[in-house]
């Protein structure tokens, strides 16, 4: 069936990937918004836009009559799911095609068949695709936990229904295998909306390597090699390349086989991913089939040389593939970062606020994104706001131009990943080709740190001191201390700035034109302040020249040089209070998001630890535990309601 207009049924940096795809085809191009999403980068690329609800999901980008209100609107013929929400729903696929439109994806029927993992690892044992040992049958916690332990512990409980590692859990100990279930099962009902689990053997030291499948509606399957996405945190990806350096030319056909048999199963059409798990003997297993689009599909499009979403187009359209297998030809190596709001430092704790400025890198990379400067990032949806993707001859040319890219990429006013991906992308073992799904477990056993370099540090003291000295920063009158001047002569003047945890006391010197001789402990660096002015500050520390970016919001400094992200925060400027009475008697909301559930009722008495309420945030469930023994006194908390980062939920009296 031919159509001339397309409607991207989602959001971020996918949408816009699409959008523009599909207009470089000539395609008339349809965007839909939440109302957060007004001024949103995809609304933006769209040739129309249209509102379809509140910032809810379910209210938005998650209600399908909404979105086929829209398409009938404005007169769209296709719909393009994207990635997440509606991609991989069936009922979604099926209202469309029942609209007389056309669903750019799989049959509804595929997407039934390959969305259920216990369904669809029966189907591929009848395919004579290799699976994983596990259990699928009766729900109740106590088969599946007897189920777990015949297996032999470590197993993997996971949502039936779904992915992105949402209602997913490693568990290793036998008394952990009770509350594992049921905080999966609880995840996966309320991300899904089936609470079906299933149990399978834990693989550990095994890679996640998956295999792009693209079938037309005449009967053609081909693969377009493998990627891998070992590099993963909660089980979702994080770092992805193509071809995996784990894969051989033999191993590549015998995975590509085994994936177009699995599409086979169930006549499959349009884009997917076989998603396997590789031993260290080069054994693999079926995890799950993706009837979508990948997050990670630009490396395959940078080694094949092909441009997926326009076969989707192509193939949605009715036409043929536009390459048989033995046409499909692999050429050089690409790696991909995701780059989330999220904090690695503190958990990978989901992170929103705004986008106080913006730089991308420059140099031969691609980059998908919707980032813009001056627009929030919100917690009503997932933490990605893009991927850096780096192309070259060989592994070493790609993982050289993508460091340098992702140092010289610049996101202030809210935390984020890149500071972790360019220090993984560093690693050895990575280096190397020897990440496997435990590369973050193994390298970073502990909390992870950021090494925030003593330059940095400085730079962000002489940078202070500059811009209040300038009246830059907070327009306030100069006092005698910043004219840094006595009779006796210059005098060093003290400033103390917070970083996380650390309060650093510096002693700064002013010289002459901006030269600043700072001190923190017994190093000193000399910092001459160039210029400082639109967010961006030219400096030479010690006599060697560099350029920062900075943006003050809220008496933070948010700042990146050298590679490095930091805020910093001057004391003087925040307001104290002591009505909490301790951080550990009171529990509040670490980010913006939605509470699902409170466990607990004024006067129960509660350990440390113990849960008292789930909060679910960029598409994550967050448990909030009880930081003393002692008793609930108060709860300003109410299942489904929204709350903002820092309010005060949960209040404990503490045992004496």
């Not at 400094?557 to 951080?583: F, R």
Request: with cysteine; aromatic share 6%; glycine share 8%.
């Amino acid at each position: 069936m031919s159509f001339n207009s397309v409607l991207v049924a989602n959001r971020g940096e996918i949408a816009v990937r699409i959008l523009r795809g599909a207009k470089s085809l000539g395609f008339h191009t349809v965007a839909v918004y939440s109302e957060v999403d007004a001024n949103a980068a995809h609304v933006k690329v769209a040739d129309t836009a249209i509102c379809i609800g509140g910032a809810a999901a379910a209210e938005s980008y998650l209600n399908i009559e909404a979105v086929l209100q829209a398409a009938k609107t404005t007169g769209a013929s296709a719909i393009h799911p994207g990635y997440g929400f509606l991609a991989e729903n069936a009922e979604f696929a099926r209202a469309i095609k029942k609209a007389g439109l056309v669903f750019i994806g799989p049959s509804p029927e595929a997407i039934d068949a390959m969305g259920n993992k216990a369904a669809a690892k029966a189907m591929m044992e009848v395919a004579n695709v290799p699976t994983i040992p596990g259990f699928r049958g009766d729900q109740s916690d106590t088969a599946l936990a007897n189920a777990a332990n015949e297996i032999g512990l470590p197993v993997m409980v996971k949502a039936a229904s779904g992915g992105g590692g949402r209602g997913m859990r490693r568990v290793a100990e036998a008394d952990e295998l009770i509350s594992a279930i049921q905080a999966a099962r609880s995840e996966a009902q309320n991300a899904f909306g089936s609470g079906e689990l299933i149990i399978e053997k834990a693989l550990d030291g095994a890679r996640h390597v998956e295999v792009q499948i693209f079938a037309d509606q005449r009967g053609n399957t081909v693969h377009l090699g493998e990627r891998d996405c070992s590099v993963q945190r909660r089980h979702q990806k994080l770092i992805e390349e193509s071809p995996s350096p784990a894969v051989d030319t033999a191993l590549r056909e015998r995975m590509g086989t085994a994936a177009v048999n699995a599409a086979k199963a169930v006549s499959y059409e349009g884009a997917g991913t076989v998603e396997f798990l590789l031993d260290t003997g080069g054994e693999f297993y079926f995890l799950e089939m993706n009837t979508r689009l990948q997050v990670e599909h630009p490396v395959t499009e940078l080694v094949t040389g092909q441009d997926l979403v326009a076969w989707q187009l192509k193939v949605a359209s009715g036409e043929a593939l536009p390459l048989t297998q033995d046409q499909i030809t692999f050429n050089g190596h690409a790696i991909e970062v995701r780059l989330c709001a999220e904090d690695p430092y503190n958990d990978f704790l989901p992170q929103a606020g705004p986008v106080l400025f913006w730089q991308e890198p420059a140099g031969d990379v691609r980059f998908d994104h919707c980032l813009q400067t001056g627009v929030a990032i919100n917690p009503f949806y997932d933490s990605m706001q893009g991927k850096l993707i780096a192309y070259g001859d060989n592994r070493a040319d790609a993982l050289r131009k993508l460091k340098q890219a992702l140092e010289q990429t610049t996101l202030l006013g809210t935390k984020h990943n890149f500071d972790f991906l360019s220090d993984m992308l560093a690693n050895e073992q990575f280096a190397a080709g020897m990440a496997t799904t435990a590369f973050i477990a193994e390298q970073y056993p502990t909390k992870i740190e950021q090494n925030i370099r003593g330059f940095h540090k400085t730079l962000a003291a002489a940078l202070c001191f500059h811009l209040k000295a300038s009246t830059l920063w907070w327009q306030h009158s100069l006092n005698a201390e910043l004219h840094n001047w006595s009779s006796a002569g210059a005098i060093p003047q003290s400033l103390t700035l917070n970083l996380g945890d650390d309060s650093l006391p510096f002693s700064i010197l002013v010289e002459h034109d901006y030269l600043y001789s700072v001190s923190l402990g017994d190093k000193t660096n000399r910092v001459k302040i160039d210029s400082a002015a639109y967010g961006e500050v030219v400096y030479h520390c010690n006599g060697r020249r560099h350029i920062g970016h900075y943006a003050v919001h809220n008496e933070q400094l948010w700042l990146h040089s050298g590679g490095i992200h930091a805020c910093y925060v001057d004391p003087e400027k925040l307001q104290t209070s002591s009505e909490d009475g301790g951080d550990d008697s009171v529990v509040r909301a670490p980010m913006d998001g939605k509470i699902l559930a409170v466990t607990v009722a004024t006067g129960d008495s509660v350990k440390k630890g113990q849960t008292l309420a789930i909060l679910e945030a960029m598409k994550m469930e967050h448990q909030l535990l009880a930081g003393c023994d002692g008793k609930v006194a108060d709860i300003n908390a109410t299942a489904d309601t929204q709350v903002s980062s820092g309010t005060r939920l949960i209040e404990i009296t503490p045992n004496n």
